[in-house]
């Protein structure tokens, strides 16, 4: 099921660096999130967007911004990374047809800064 | 801030013995979610619990909304090592719906 798609799947960069990555999805939803995976922390919200004008803030939004190109596409890119910005990153997706709340998940982004 | 608390962090169970993950709201919810996490895999949609006292079946899986709405179980009887992974329960923050925080999660392993 590739209804959400993350690119880069992996990624390994260096403190400072600027990162995008990028979530795409066919399933026609006006909402979308990304999450962050840390072991023992479970998924936090970074940021969310119910429609393309609409952008706000989640949990742990700092050091993160966000793009929301389309209705399919939504970006989050770090703009100077750091080591503690290492974790696994989710986009999501929800809303109708399926059922406003259930969100829909991508293969997840891992990110590695040294 | 609101919070969603899951205890075991982590459990590990002989295969067929049973299991049971409890999740804690700091507020009250209007519904809760469970997702189940394959090892290397992404979060996917179980169930949504809405109403006070709702237990839902999903073949070995029971669900359960507390009556305050402020705490959940997810309780899996005669686990398989297809049951393996990480659950995690969800449920709507303070300031509305569709955005939703999630618990910690509960790392299940099936020894078989």
């Known amino acids: 099921d590739a209804d959400v798609t993350q690119t880069p799947r992996n990624r390994i960069t260096k403190t400072g660096k600027r990162i995008m990555l990028e979530c795409s999805q066919t399933?026609?939803?006006?909402?979308m999130y990304w999450y962050r995976q840390d072991p023992g922390l479970g998924l936090r919200l970074i940021y969310y967007?119910?429609?393309?004008?609409?952008?706000n803030k989640g949990e742990i939004s700092d050091g993160y911004s966000v793009s929301r190109q389309a209705q399919a596409k939504f970006s989050l890119s770090l703009e100077s990374a750091i080591p503690n910005q290492t974790a696994l990153y989710f986009c999501a997706t929800s809303g109708s047809p399926e059922g406003a709340d259930t969100q829909y998940f991508g293969p997840g982004t891992r990110l590695t800064v040294l | 801030g609101q919070q969603v608390m899951q205890i075991p962090q982590y459990q590990h169970v002989q295969e067929g013995e049973d299991f049971t993950t409890y999740c804690n709201s700091s507020?009250?919810?209007?519904?809760i979610q469970w997702y189940k996490q394959r090892p290397g895999g992404h979060p996917v949609f179980l169930i949504q619990?809405?109403?006070?006292?709702e237990v839902k079946k999903q073949k070995r899986l029971t669900f359960q909304f507390g009556e305050a709405k402020k705490n959940s179980s997810l309780h899996i009887t005669a686990t398989q090592t297809t049951d393996v992974g990480t659950y995690f329960c969800a449920g709507p923050g303070a300031s509305g719906t569709y955005k939703y925080i999630f618990g910690t999660g509960t790392r299940l392993k099936v020894l078989a």
């Open positions: 507020t009250t919810l209007s519904n």
């Open positions: 619990l809405v109403k006070s006292g």
């Open positions: 967007s119910f429609d393309v004008k609409d952008i």
């Open positions: 399933k026609g939803h006006d909402r």
